[in-house]
């Protein structure tokens, strides 16, 4: 059995401290799971036919865009490849009209409340064109959820999907 010296020991004890800081540990992104990528109960590939179900008949259409109220419920779709079904693959609420994500977030909530329920945004943009601080959230897979806010108060939520 060999003996280890103290001058062993130090190097060892040297060698770790130097890869922990090189490599240091960072604070995990808040990715959110598949299931929370959804507002009012629509996902991402979800059929149209189940969004008019549920909201009704569009206010107006749009190159595969669907309008609900003032502009303030947006989803828009992709088509099958046989152009039968079309499939959401974006959603958009920005009013407060009872339109909620999973975790029960909606449009006129605190901003702080997303820091609760989601933890720290994946990305924040601060002062986009419009003006907004949007916190984006993402999953392993299905996508995304923004939230745009202006002066501490949530403004819009947005889902954006994707195919895989």
């Known amino acids: ?47 149209i036919s189940y969004v008019l179900d549920k909201f009704g008949p569009p206010h107006r259409i749009e190159s595969g865009g669907y309008y609900w109220g003032a502009n303030s419920l947006f989803v828009n779709t992709w088509s ?39 933890g720290q ?9 419009n003006g907004f601080t949007v916190y984006i959230y993402n999953s392993p897979k299905s996508g995304s959820l923004a939230f745009r806010v202006k002066n501490g108060v949530i403004k819009s939520i947005e889902m954006a999907g994707f195919f895989t």
């Open 1 to 47: 059995m060999k003996l280890v010296t103290l001058k062993e020991t130090f190097k060892y004890v040297l060698c770790l401290l130097t890869v922990i800081c090189i490599f240091p540990f960072g604070k995990a992104n808040a990715t959110i799971s598949d299931e929370q990528i959804a507002i009012g109960g629509i996902t991402y590939k979800c059929p």
């Open 80 to 118: 099958s490849a046989k152009g039968q079904t079309n499939y959401v693959t974006e959603m958009r609420t920005s009013a407060n009209n009872g339109i909620e994500t999973p975790a029960g977030v909606i449009v006129g909530m605190k901003d702080t409340v997303l820091n609760q329920v989601y």
């Open 121 to 129: 945004a994946d990305m924040v943009i601060d002062n986009d064109r």
